[in-house]
């Protein structure tokens, strides 16, 4: 039997094999209501407690940075939130602290949908039946068929608006074009609204176009006023496309206690020391399954099997959501998928819940047999490696 570092190493490996690979439950929800108010409000800042005084086991979080230590993983930062204290927080890499700025790419989109929701809150955007192409009737649009002319709102934030769209190679082509709207909304269909899950950064963009068309406000501004400002978020930077257009798919940078902040906000059902920020029916259908054959919401990915919810970006930047835990979990990173560590660490560090009997979800098989071609000599090696060591 394997144990300690030599499991860690295991389990670690597993993790960058399978780290984020979403399945399917096309009819799951998640409860998005917090088992308490909070004691206080971390505007001006983040209390810090004990794991023990917020209900959870010091010994598993410390095996949890024993294992990121044991291989030098490539995270940035982890923070553990309980009840709305820190009760885990470090940054391995030296370069790093509570006080950097990180892109966190994709994280952005749960951001933007936040905005989209304040607008239709607010009446600024007045129903996601409204159609994407008469928010710019300014543009000139290539491929206009009756397919594009039905596109709406809710398309966009669910990644089904049908548009052809490749996410390896078309975000850096609408970026290196002079007019990142018109790139997106000139692609041609490949599905019929609605009906196929793509994910697509364009679409994410056209909703922060569509926050500052509808509001009259740039959507930098816009968050700056009716988010971040409320949540004490002062330190970030967005990048904007040439039209001056805040990018709606990736290019916020903003610290991970910040990056917590907004994962506080939805835990809280959008409130916010006693101010709406969020509608709270916003909150609720975002983190609710909305596409069709994946578990996507609003512009959250959903993490049904353990009530969760969570903002993914590009190389292992996650605030993951679980309301009826009270719990919140940050990572930042340079490269890697890290979602696989709440499960074999965190959770079972709750005092009182048992330690999940499948904490790793199985991916679909042809994904299962390419990790496990991939990664079967590398574990070998591994384990042939701890056993020689411990001889």
Do not use: C
Request: net charge negative; charged share 15%.
């Amino acid at each position: 039997m394997i144990k300690g570092r030599g499991k860690s190493l295991i389990i670690l490996v597993i993790i960058g094999l399978f780290g984020f690979m979403p399945n399917v439950h096309p009819d799951s929800s998640v409860q998005n209501v917090s088992t308490s108010a909070p004691d206080y409000w971390p505007t001006t800042g983040w209390l810090t407690s004990t794991p023990e005084e917020q209900g959870m086991n010091s010994s598993l979080l410390d095996e949890f940075v024993d294992a990121i230590e044991d291989v030098s993983l490539p995270l940035l930062s982890y923070l553990v939130i309980r009840n709305g204290y820190i009760i885990l927080e470090g940054y391995p890499d030296p370069d790093y602290n509570e006080s950097t700025l990180k892109h966190v790419w994709s994280v952005t989109k749960s951001f933007t949908s936040a905005l989209v929701g304040m607008a239709l809150g607010a009446g600024d955007l007045t129903s996601l039946d409204e159609l994407v192409v008469d928010f710019f009737p300014d543009k000139t649009i290539a491929n206009l068929d009756e397919d594009k002319q039905s596109i709406t709102v809710e398309h966009l934030l669910t990644m089904t608006a049908g548009f052809e769209w490749s996410s390896a190679t078309d975000p850096s082509d609408m970026m290196d074009s002079p007019d990142w709207i018109q790139y997106v909304l000139d692609k041609p269909m490949a599905d019929v609204p609605g009906e196929t899950f793509n994910y697509n950064s364009g679409a994410s963009h056209l909703l922060s176009a569509i926050v500052n068309r509808t509001t009259g406000i740039p959507t930098q501004s816009y968050a700056d006023t009716y988010l971040f400002q409320p949540l004490g978020i002062s330190d970030y930077e967005w990048i904007i496309d040439p039209q001056g257009v805040a990018s709606g798919h990736a290019g916020l940078n903003i610290t991970p206690r910040d990056m917590a902040k907004f994962g506080f906000l939805y835990l809280n059902n959008g409130t916010w020391d006693g101010e709406q920020i969020v509608p709270s029916t916003w909150v609720s259908a975002s983190t609710q399954v909305q596409a069709p054959d994946e578990d996507y919401g609003f512009q959250w990915w959903i993490d049904p099997e353990r009530d969760a919810y969570y903002a993914f970006g590009r190389d292992g930047q996650y605030i993951w959501v679980q309301p009826k835990n009270d719990l919140i979990v940050v990572f930042t990173a340079s490269e890697g998928m890290y979602l696989s560590l709440i499960p074999w660490y965190i959770i079972p560090a709750i005092l009182s819940t048992p330690t999940p009997t499948t904490p790793i979800s199985p991916p679909p098989i042809d994904m299962r047999i390419i990790g496990l071609v991939a990664g079967a000599a590398v574990i070998v090696v591994i384990v042939l490696e701890v056993f020689r060591r411990r001889r």
